[in-house]
């Protein structure tokens, strides 16, 4: 069973930095594409962030361009969003999630194309 596990979360004022971990298990991690999604109360969960299952691919909403970078350790089956330049409006609870299918090249974006979600962690940032 695959499990999901984001930790990082928390209370940052504008302009500040966070970085999210989302911890994997029951998988093969390095087989597979990673992502980060975000929903803010009262709105669809969006597509944040992506990360191949090499590491080499990567994709980012525009909104998060510039700010944000995903990363991963397969050895340590983990992957990151570092997030900078937080603004109000990246207020959210964030949540990591599993390509449906392992080995594709490019960085997954749809949420369609995830299986696997974790729990999700709160991020609020202040004005």
């Known amino acids: 069973q695959v499990q999901l596990a984001e930790s990082g979360g928390g209370l940052v004022q504008a302009g500040g930095s966070l970085r999210l971990s989302c911890a994997a298990s029951g998988l093969t991690f390095s087989s597979y594409g990673m992502g980060w999604f975000r929903q803010a109360p009262g709105k669809e969960r969006e597509f944040v962030a992506a990360?191949?299952?090499?590491?080499?691919?990567?994709a980012y909403a525009d909104s998060v361009k510039g700010r944000f970078t995903v990363s991963r350790v397969n050895a340590k089956n983990t992957m990151y969003l570092q997030m900078n330049s937080l603004k109000p409006e990246d207020t959210a609870v964030y949540y990591c999630?599993?390509?449906?299918?392992?080995?594709?090249?490019?960085?997954?974006?749809?949420?369609?194309?995830?299986?696997?979600w974790g729990q999700g962690t709160q991020v609020t940032v202040s004005s």
């Open positions: 990360i191949g299952w090499t590491g080499v691919n990567t």
């Open positions: 999630a599993a390509a449906l299918v392992p080995c594709r090249a490019r960085a997954p974006t749809g949420r369609g194309e995830f299986g696997s």
